[in-house]
């Protein structure tokens, strides 16, 4: 069920997903707006409820599957949940419009392009080349959602969304919610962000490593596996960097782009083909 469901969602939102109904950022402002008008503001301001407040989506879905306890149910479900959690219809308009700029040779389009996506990612490293910011987004709208999946299902899934959205820049019309649901400590919102790509960077880290260069991607692995407190983005750039060295001036160029979406898509199959082994060995259910 686990490898149906992820399958399933990956090629749906390749071929059909289109609309904003699809994206998981509306659900999650409407979960910030609900908050905002009901008892939940105040688990939500506080600096221990918070974590509470960021759980509870997850839980409660989970605990209807399990008191629904049907394996089709549980199918569409997850496959729904993981179908949203990918969806990034806005970054891939965002690409699109990039390669179509590049395409014509207008690099100043291209530039304002990127730094949209690189804002409204909420990136902190100005410094990223376009193929690395790539690399970011695919591990966080992709790699890090089947690694909540597979190890916690829809509640991992659902929680690690919206710490993601909370995360991403906040549109100026829905900052009054936020900043009313969450007040200014979001410390509970950046620490669950941080350790809930801590060992995902790392594992990925290592699949860049083997359908990589394996030895420059492993020793700059190797730099980070014990280091707690290195930013997860700079960890998967610096790693996908080694595994796919370019020369300095092919950086922010389409061949930047292209070899690290590459890498991206590379790891990504390789961790979808040991899903389907753990699967069919019985590990997974």
């Known amino acids: ?3 149906i469901s992820m399958l ?19 659900y999650c402002r409407a979960y910030v707006r609900f908050t905002a008008g009901s008892a939940l503001r105040k688990l939500a301001a506080d600096k221990l ?18 008191l629904l306890d049907n394996h089709l149910i549980s199918l569409l479900v997850n496959t729904l949940v993981l179908l949203l959690a990918i969806g990034c219809w806005h970054y891939r308009q965002l690409y699109k419009q990039y390669l179509n700029a590049m395409d014509r040779g207008d690099e100043e389009a ?26 970011w987004l695919n591990f966080r709208y992709y790699a890090a959602v089947v690694f909540w999946f597979l190890l916690l299902g829809a509640f991992g899934v659902i929680t690690y969304v919206l710490v993601r959205h909370l995360q991403e820049a906040v549109a100026e019309e829905h900052a009054a919610d936020y900043a009313v649901c969450l007040g200014e400590d979001n410390k509970a919102v950046h620490c669950t962000a941080h350790w809930a790509l801590w060992f995902p960077a790392r594992l990925f880290g290592l699949g860049f490593a083997l359908v990589g260069h394996f030895s420059r991607a492993s020793t700059a692995l190797l730099g980070y596996f014990l280091d707690f407190t290195a930013d997860n983005e700079q960890v998967i750039v610096d790693v996908a960097t080694a595994a796919e060295p370019l020369p300095a001036e092919s950086l922010n160029t389409l061949e930047d782009s292209s070899y690290m979406v590459q890498l991206a898509k590379r790891n990504m199959l390789f961790f979808l083909a040991f899903t389907a082994i753990l699967t069919l060995s019985g590990w997974l259910g």
């Open 49 to 66: 409820g918070q974590y509470l407040w960021l759980a509870l989506p997850g839980a409660v879905v989970m605990l209807l599957l399990y």
């Open 1 to 3: 069920m686990t490898l």
């Open 110 to 135: 291209a530039f304002i392009t990127m730094q949209q996506m690189r804002s409204d990612m909420g990136s902190q490293r100005e410094q990223s080349s376009y193929g690395q910011l790539l690399v």
């Open 8 to 26: 399933l969602a990956l090629i749906i939102e390749r071929l059909a997903v289109r609309s904003d109904a699809w994206q998981a950022n509306r």
